[in-house]
């Protein structure tokens, strides 16, 4: 168990009354919190509730002599190891943004050094307002990591982007263990434990399938749902990483802190990943790849004047091959999708893309590819497992967990010249 300090926010949105629930959340796993109010979320949720979750009283005012006399609100800025707004409301947002300091949680905020965490929750179109995305953008450049919203229904009875996201996701996210970015250095270090193997650890992920452009309104595409690589993603987060998600087109919400990238052909998937590999520990292949491109994209629309045309195709460029290349690399995992010969190809590829991990799965008419549930094979250099048909959620707990562990090995093998390494990668 870790125990920070974790100052909590709650600023006043009606996912207000889900910060009881996150405070359970954060204390479960070690944290002391300390729940800051602002007066509109007193609206919504009451001082006494938090206060017996939290076991300490909730602060409101910058104006209460006896809690200043108690912890002055300096005193309580420095106390925290991180600070986390949740919910953020967009007016909350604008005062971060301004500077500004008439409250006591954001004078909290200006007067701490603790990273910052924030979790917006509000209207869909509040959300996707200009001034509100402006204020995103300042806080994202100044450091503040912004988690979710996600998307789903919402207390006003629409449906889209601005539901908080969901407390377990925001407090395993508050334990991930790497160093935050912005003013302030790391955070105190969590102690690798089994269910956090990979804490202080970055880990690249591609999901998804590309679009390989034929004219302005065509491309070719392949089956892929992305389902995989975002259940990884996720995995790779409750597992204590630093998750950044290359994804290709899919109509999937992003997994709470994850640092989603988005893109469309196999272009686009080579350039993403390689601004993004420095400092990776850990590469993981998901997406569906195109393997070839057009030769040409047309200009303009291709028009139907020909009985038969021909697209001439030409090789993508192999993102996977060339993050294994890389020395040093990253732990490198591929995955391969056959219809046929599943064990075969797999171990082909394993060897001549000088890969740490594949993993392979069946794919055809209901196997693979947008279900929910997938069997796989994997291999690496000196070893293989099965893992029979689960949930593609379960399946990528227990693929991290290898994961986390070979990379482990591999580590251990650089770090000791008498053993033989476990694999010919650097
Ligand atoms: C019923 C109700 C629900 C609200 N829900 C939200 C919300 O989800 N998100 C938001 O940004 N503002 C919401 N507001 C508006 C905020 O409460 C308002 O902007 C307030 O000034 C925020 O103050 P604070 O940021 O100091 O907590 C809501 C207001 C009401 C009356």
Redo the contacts with the bound molecule.
């Keep these: 168990m870790n125990s920070q300090n974790i100052l909590l926010g709650v600023?006043?949105?009606?996912?207000a009354y889900k910060a009881p629930e996150l405070v359970r959340r954060l204390t479960e796993r070690g944290a002391t919190v300390q729940v800051v109010a602002?007066?509109?979320?007193l609206?919504?949720v009451t001082a006494t509730t938090l206060q017996a979750v939290s076991g300490r009283p909730v602060r409101s005012s910058l104006w209460d002599p006896a809690a200043e006399a108690a912890m002055g609100h300096i005193e309580l800025a420095r106390w925290a190891d991180q600070v986390l707004i949740a919910?953020?409301?967009?007016?909350?947002m604008s005062?971060l943004a301004a500077g500004g300091a008439a409250?006591l949680?954001s004078t909290l905020c200006l007067a701490s050094e603790a990273p910052l965490t924030i979790a917006?929750?509000?209207?869909r179109v509040?959300w996707a307002h200009p001034a509100v995305q402006a204020n995103r953008e300042i806080l994202e450049r100044r450091g503040v990591r912004i988690v979710g919203p996600d998307a789903g229904d919402q207390?006003c009875g629409e449906q889209g982007l601005?539901r908080m996201s969901e407390p377990d996701a925001i407090a395993a996210l508050m334990f991930a263990g790497e160093a935050l970015p912005g003013r302030q250095g790391p955070v105190r270090p969590a102690a690798i434990s089994k269910s956090r193997p990979l804490a202080g650890k970055t880990v690249l992920i591609t999901a998804g399938p590309t679009h390989e452009a034929i004219d302005p309104v065509r491309y070719i595409t392949n089956r892929s749902s992305g389902k995989m690589g975002y259940a990884l993603a996720e995995a790779a987060l409750l597992a204590g990483a630093r998750v950044i998600l290359v994804s290709g087109p899919v109509n999937l919400a992003t997994p709470a802190g994850a640092e989603r990238v988005d893109v469309e052909s196999a272009e686009d998937l080579y350039k993403a990943t390689h601004a993004h590999i420095k400092g990776t520990d850990i590469f993981i292949a998901a997406a569906a790849v195109a393997d070839y491109q057009l030769q040409q994209v047309a200009k303009h629309k291709i028009k139907k004047s020909q009985v038969e045309i021909s697209l001439e195709l030409t090789r993508a460029p192999d993102t996977l091959a060339s993050v294994a290349k890389l020395s040093p690399g990253p732990f490198t995992v591929g995955f391969a999708a056959e219809t046929t010969r599943l064990r075969d190809y797999a171990r082909g590829k394993l060897q001549n893309k000088n890969l740490d991990m594949i993993v392979a799965n069946q794919v055809g008419p209901d196997e693979g590819f947008d279900k929910d549930d997938n069997a796989v094979e994997v291999f690496w250099p000196t070893g293989e497992k099965s893992f029979p048909k689960a949930l593609k959620t379960e399946l990528a707990r227990d693929l991290i967990a290898l994961i986390a562990e070979r990379y482990q090995e591999r580590l251990n093998a650089s770090t000791q010249p008498d053993l033989p390494a476990l694999s010919s990668r650097p």
Excluded: H, K, V, Y
């Design positions: 600023s006043g949105g009606i996912a602002t007066q509109s979320a609206e919504f919910p953020a409301t967009a007016e909350f005062r409250d949680l917006p929750a509000m209207n509040m207390a601005g």
